[in-house]
C-alpha cells in the first residue's frame, strides 16, 4: 500500500456531468472565514488570478505592488506576475514567522497595495502580528491569506481581504480552488475548462486501478508511469494557464458528498500519533511546535540530509514531497535561514486517506531510518587540499568520490589546511572544516583533526596527500577507518585500505607489503572520473554535438585542439607549447581550446598571448570538461587524472610529463598505440616541445591511427571508478557496524556466478526484470546486507561485467575458459574464485554464492542465514522450500500407466509423511576453510534456512520468467 503523492479517484463515484442540481455550494470550513462572498475555481493559482482582479476592480487606485513571503511555491508567483503585479519579497526565519521590524520597514519604503501572508502547515504562525494586520489593513494594506496548508485552522483569515485556497490538495477531486472576501468577486471572469478535468480524472481513476484494481507488476507499473507522466503535463498545462478557471460540475459534486468533519478529525487523529512519533529524533523534527487539534495539508519535518531521507520513504512507498523547490523570481534574495527551509524541509503524508494502520507503518519507516542513521558511523571525512603548488587534482577527485558516497547515503565532510580549495568544496555543495594548518606539515595538524573527527563522528577518513607519514597515520588511526590514495608507493603505511588506481600500480609490491592487512583497490577500474566522463555520455563520438567525421580528409582549418597542463603548470608548459606555434606552419590553422586552472601561475600571459592569436581559445572555470573534450579532435595534455579522461572520452592525445608522479604514466599509455608520448618537459624542453608538434602533424595526417588509438582509449576505463571505491568504503562502514553488533562477522566475500551463455533464455543473467537487469537484485541485496568485504562476479561476458561495476559489484578478474562452459559446476567457479583470492593475497573467513536470477533474495535473508551459519558453526547453510505435495505420493508413467514410485504411501495421509524439502537456487553461505576441505561436497551437510513458497520460482523459460515477476510484486506488497 502506498502511502501519500496525489489523490485517487475511485471511478464508481465520479459523477455524471448530467443531473447535477444546480444549487449555491459553501463549505463549513470556508464559512468559517466570515465573509460575504465565496467563489470556486479550478485551481489555487486560478483563486488568486481571480481574488487580484476582483481586488483591482474594487479598489481602482490601489498600488499593484505586492508583499511575498520569500519560502514560497514558485507557482504563486505566476498569478501575481501576469496581472502585472510587481513583487517584493519579505524574511522569514526557520520557524517559518516573519519579523515585525523588517515588515513595517518595507511596508514604509516599498508602499504596497497588498500583503500575501501564509499559514504554514496547520500552525497559526501569524497568530502573534494578527493584531498588526488590523493595524495595517485600516491603513489601506490589503491582506490577502492563503490557507492552502492550514485548510482546517480555526481563528485565521478574520483580518484578511481575501482568502485563498486550492481544494483539490485537500480531497480526491480533479480540480478545485476558492475564494472568499468581504468585497464583491468578479464571477463573470471564471470560464469553464471541461479540457483540463476530463484528463484529470482520466489519470487519477487510473491510479486508482493501479492502487485497487489487478493487474500483472508489469501492467502496474505501465499504470503508474502513466498517471505520473500526465500528472506532471496538466501541472505544466496549469503553469501556462493565464485565465481564470472555473471548478467543474464533478469536482461539485464529489465535494457535496464529503464529510468535511469526518475528514479533519482523522487527520488531526493522523497527526498526533505521528507527531508524537517524532519526538526525540535527531535525524529530522518537526518544524513547528505541535499543535491542539491541528488538521494541517502535511505534518513538515526538516531533515539532515532530506535527498536520502525521501530516497529511504520512497523505497518503502511513502512519498514526502518537498515543499517547495526555490522559484526563479525569488532565488537571489534569500537569507540562509531561508535556504535553510529550502534545503531541508520534508512534507510527511498523513491526510484522511489513512488510518492507524498507515500511520503505523511510516512511523516505523522513520524509526528504522533514524536507527540506522545514529546506530552507525555513517560519516566519511576528506582530507585534502588545492593550492597553486599541489594544483587542484586532489581535491577535485575526492569530491567525485564524496558524490557517490552521497549516493550511498554516506555523510562527508571535508577537512582542508587552508581556504585555498574551500571555493571548489562550495561550488560542489560539499561541508567542510577548515584546520587552519600548513599543508605540507602534516603531523603538525593531527592534534586539531583529531578534534574534528570526534566531534563530527567520523568513521572514515579518506586522505589525498603526498605529505603523510607515518607518524600521521599513527595518531589518528584509533578514531576511525583510514583510506588513503597512494600514488607513488613510498612507505607502507598503518592504514585500512590503500587505493592505486593508475596503471603503474603493478610496478609495485602492493600485496606482498600490505599481506592482508589494508584492503587494496588496484587498477584503472577505480580511477575516480567525474559522472561526465561516466558510461552512458561516454565517449566523444556517442555525444550529440559531436561534429561528424565526413568520408573525406577534412581541412586542417576545421581540427580543433585541447590544450591542458593541470591546475598549476608549474614548468609553464602552456606557454612554451602555444608561443611555439608560429613557427609550425602546419598547426596555424588549428583551434586550440586551452583550459587554463584556477591557480595557474601566468594566466596574464597566455592572455596576452591569446589576445594576438585569434587561432588561441582560453577557457577558465570550465563547468563541463567532458562537453569541451567532446568537440575537440585531438589533444596535447601532461600526464595525471586528465589522460583517464581524454580515454572516457576517446580523444587521440599527445601528451607529456611535468612531475615526479607521472614519470610512469608514459609506459603505459605510450602502449598499444594509446597515446604519444612526448617526453619529459622538464628534461629537454625544446625536444619535448618539438615531439608535441610532431605528434600533432602525425595524428592530423594519420585517420586510421587516430581510429585505432579511439578504440585502445575507450578499453582504458567506463568511468565508474568512484562509485566503486564509494561501495567499498561504505562497505567497509557497514562491515564495521555489523561487527560490532554480531562479533561472529569475520572477512566474507559474495561470489556471484554469472555465466554469459543461456540456451534457454537467451541473456538470461542481463535480461530486465521489471526494469533492470536481473543480476542487479542480487548485487544489491549482497551489498545492502553490510557483510562482505567484497560483492564480486565471476562472469565471462564483458557486457555482464560492465552491468555490475555500474551496479557496485567488483570484477577484479574475468572466468577462466575452463570454467565458463557448460559442463562446469558452480563449485568449480567458486574454488577458482578463492584460488584466484589466494594468489593475489586475501583469503575470507565466509563465502556466499549468490546466483544471479534470484530477485527474491534480499539483504535480511543473507544476514538472518549468516546468522545462522556462525551459530551452528556449521559447513553451509542453504536456502529450502518445502514441496507442496508430499514427494512420497508421487507417480510415474510406466507402460502408458500412471504408478506410484512407492505404493506403500499411497494412502497415506499427507500430515503421516515426513515433511520434505529441495534448494531454492537462490543462495549458498560457507565457511570457507570447511567448503574447501572438502572441495564443495559437505561432509556434515547443510543448515536447512527454510524459505516461503511464494518467494521461490525456478527460471528457466519465460513462462517462468513471467511467473517470477508476479511473485516478486506479491513479497514487495508484503513488505
Not at 282 to 287: D, K, M
Not at 692 to 699: F, R, S, V
Not at 754 to 778: D, M, Q, T, W
Request: hydrophobic letters at 35%.
Amino acid at each position: 500500500m502506498e502511502i501519500g503523492s496525489i489523490y485517487e479517484m475511485d471511478p464508481a463515484k465520479v459523477p455524471s456531468k448530467t443531473g447535477l442540481p444546480e444549487k449555491s455550494f459553501s463549505f463549513k470550513q470556508i464559512e468559517k472565514y466570515g465573509k460575504k462572498h465565496a467563489a470556486f475555481t479550478m485551481s489555487g493559482r486560478s483563486a488568486i488570478a481571480l481574488a487580484l482582479r476582483s481586488l483591482v476592480r474594487n479598489r481602482s487606485g490601489i498600488a499593484k505592488k505586492c508583499l511575498l513571503p520569500a519560502y514560497m511555491c514558485d507557482t504563486v508567483f505566476f498569478p501575481f506576475q501576469r496581472e502585472g503585479w510587481e513583487i517584493c519579497f519579505y524574511h522569514l526565519n526557520k520557524k517559518l514567522e516573519a519579523d515585525e521590524e523588517e515588515l513595517r520597514r518595507l511596508i514604509g519604503l516599498e508602499r504596497p497595495g497588498l500583503l500575501f501572508i501564509h499559514a504554514y502547515y496547520g500552525v497559526d504562525t501569524w497568530k502573534p502580528m494578527r493584531s498588526l494586520l488590523k493595524e495595517w489593513k485600516k491603513e489601506g494594506l490589503c491582506i490577502m491569506e492563503d490557507v492552502t496548508q492550514s485548510y482546517y485552522l480555526e481563528g485565521v483569515g478574520a483580518e484578511a481581504d481575501y482568502v485563498v485556497g486550492s481544494l483539490r490538495k485537500w480531497y480526491p477531486i480533479p480540480d478545485g480552488g476558492f475564494v472568499a472576501a468581504d468585497e464583491s468577486i468578479c464571477q463573470k471572469e471564471i470560464v469553464s475548462e471541461e479540457g483540463f478535468t476530463e484528463k484529470r480524472i482520466e489519470f487519477l481513476t487510473e491510479k486508482w486501478n493501479y492502487l485497487h484494481g489487478e493487474g500483472s507488476p508489469e501492467e502496474k507499473k505501465g499504470m503508474k508511469d502513466r498517471f505520473l507522466r500526465k500528472n506532471r503535463e496538466m501541472e505544466e498545462w496549469l503553469d501556462r494557464y493565464e485565465g481564470v478557471g472555473k471548478i467543474s460540475e464533478e469536482a461539485l459534486g464529489i465535494l457535496a458528498g464529503i464529510d468535511e468533519e469526518a475528514c479533519g478529525e482523522q487527520r488531526k487523529k493522523n497527526y498526533r500519533y505521528l507527531y508524537e512519533k517524532l519526538k526525540n529524533k535527531t535525524r529530522f523534527w518537526p518544524v513547528l511546535p505541535e499543535a491542539d487539534g491541528a488538521a494541517p495539508l502535511y505534518l513538515a519535518v526538516y531533515a539532515r540530509e532530506r535527498e536520502e531521507l525521501q530516497s529511504f520513504l520512497t523505497a518503502h512507498d511513502i512519498y514526502a514531497p518537498v515543499l517547495w523547490p526555490v522559484g526563479r523570481k525569488n532565488e537571489s534574495c534569500l537569507t540562509e535561514e531561508e535556504k535553510y527551509i529550502y534545503g531541508h524541509m520534508l512534507a510527511l503524508p498523513m491526510d484522511q486517506r489513512y488510518g492507524r494502520e498507515e500511520m503505523e507503518r511510516e512511523a516505523m519507516v522513520l524509526e528504522e531510518y533514524e536507527n540506522r542513521k545514529t546506530n552507525r558511523k555513517q560519516m566519511t571525512g576528506i582530507r585534502a587540499d588545492a593550492n597553486e603548488e599541489a594544483g587542484m587534482g586532489h581535491i577535485m577527485r575526492c569530491i567525485t568520490i564524496a558524490k557517490q558516497l552521497r549516493k550511498l547515503g554516506q555523510e562527508v565532510l571535508f577537512f582542508t589546511a587552508d581556504h585555498y580549495g574551500c571555493g571548489l568544496l562550495e561550488q560542489a555543495g560539499m561541508e567542510y572544516r577548515c584546520l587552519e594548518t600548513f599543508w605540507k606539515d602534516m603531523e603538525g595538524e593531527t592534534d586539531r583533526l583529531r578534534e574534528e573527527l570526534i566531534r563530527a563522528g567520523c568513521g572514515n577518513l579518506l586522505v589525498d596527500s603526498y605529505h603523510v607519514t607515518r607518524k600521521y597515520f599513527d595518531k589518528i588511526r584509533d578514531l576511525c577507518k583510514i583510506i588513503y590514495i597512494d600514488d607513488c608507493f613510498e612507505d607502507i603505511y598503518p592504514v585500512d585500505m590503500v587505493i592505486n588506481y593508475n596503471a603503474y600500480h603493478v610496478r609495485f609490491p602492493y600485496e606482498e607489503a600490505y599481506r592482508g592487512r589494508a584492503r587494496l583497490l588496484l587498477g584503472t577500474e577505480y580511477m575516480p572520473l567525474r559522472e561526465e566522463f561516466q558510461e552512458g555520455g561516454r565517449g566523444a563520438d556517442s555525444l550529440a554535438w559531436k561534429k561528424p567525421e565526413e568520408e573525406e580528409p577534412r581541412l586542417q582549418e576545421k581540427y580543433e585542439v585541447l590544450v591542458s597542463s593541470g591546475g598549476g603548470d608549474t614548468c609553464d608548459a602552456l606557454y612554451g607549447i602555444l608561443s611555439g606555434l608560429g613557427g609550425e606552419e602546419a598547426l596555424r590553422g588549428i583551434l586550440f581550446h586551452v583550459v587554463v586552472g584556477r591557480f595557474h601561475p601566468n594566466k596574464r600571459k597566455l592572455e596576452k598571448l591569446a589576445a594576438e592569436n585569434k587561432n588561441i581559445k582560453l577557457h577558465d572555470h570550465v563547468d563541463n570538461m567532458a562537453e569541451l573534450m567532446g568537440r575537440c579532435d585531438m589533444a596535447v595534455s601532461a600526464a595525471g587524472t586528465m589522460l583517464f579522461e581524454l580515454c572516457a572520452m576517446r580523444v587521440p592525445t599527445v601528451f607529456f610529463v611535468c612531475a615526479d608522479n607521472q614519470q610512469y604514466d608514459s609506459e603505459f599509455f605510450g602502449q598499444e598505440e594509446r597515446m604519444v608520448f612526448a617526453g619529459d618537459i622538464r628534461q629537454g624542453r625544446e625536444d619535448c616541445l618539438e615531439r608535441i608538434y610532431q605528434g600533432l602533424k602525425m595524428l592530423i595526417g594519420d585517420r586510421e591511427m587516430r581510429d585505432r588509438m579511439k578504440e585502445a582509449l575507450g578499453r582504458v576505463t567506463d568511468g565508474c571508478g568512484a562509485a566503486r571505491i564509494a561501495t567499498q568504503i561504505a562497505t567497509q562502514s557497514a562491515l564495521q557496524i555489523v561487527s560490532q553488533a554480531e562479533p561472529y562477522t569475520e572477512s566474507a566475500v559474495a561470489v556471484i556466478t554469472a555465466r554469459g551463455g543461456s540456451k534457454r533464455i537467451p541473456g538470461k543473467n542481463k535480461k530486465e526484470f521489471l526494469g533492470k537487469p536481473i543480476i542487479c537484485y542480487s548485487i544489491e541485496a549482497a551489498l545492502a546486507s553490510g557483510l562482505f568485504e567484497e560483492v564480486m562476479v565471476s562472469t565471462d561476458d564483458e557486457e555482464i561485467a560492465k552491468i555490475a561495476r555500474s551496479a557496485g559489484a567488483s570484477v577484479p578478474f574475468m572466468r577462466s575458459e575452463a570454467t565458463a562452459n557448460d559442463y562446469a559446476t558452480t563449485d568449480d567457479v567458486l574454488l577458482e574464485v578463492l584460488e584466484e583470492y589466494e594468489r593475489r593475497g586475501r583469503t575470507f573467513r565466509y563465502m556466499a554464492c549468490i546466483y544471479p536470477t534470484a530477485p527474491f533474495v534480499t539483504a535480511e535473508k543473507l544476514k538472518a542465514a549468516f546468522r545462522l551459519l556462525a551459530e551452528e558453526e556449521a559447513s553451509g547453510v542453504m536456502p529450502v522450500v518445502r514441496f507442496s505435495f508430499p514427494p512420497q505420493r508421487g507417480m510415474a508413467v510406466r507402460n502408458g500407466r500412471l504408478e506410484y514410485c512407492q505404493p506403500e504411501n499411497a494412502m497415506k495421509r499427507s500430515q503421516d509423511l515426513e515433511p520434505m524439502y529441495h534448494d531454492c537456487g537462490q543462495f549458498y553461505f560457507y565457511d570457507v576453510k570447511k567448503y574447501r576441505a572438502c572441495r564443495g561436497n559437505l561432509e556434515d551437510g547443510y543448515v536447512p534456512f527454510p524459505v516461503p513458497e511464494t518467494e521461490v520460482q525456478d527460471i528457466d523459460h519465460m513462462t517462468d520468467w513471467k511467473l517470477a515477476e508476479i511473485k516478486y510484486g506479491m513479497m514487495q506488497e508484503r513488505e
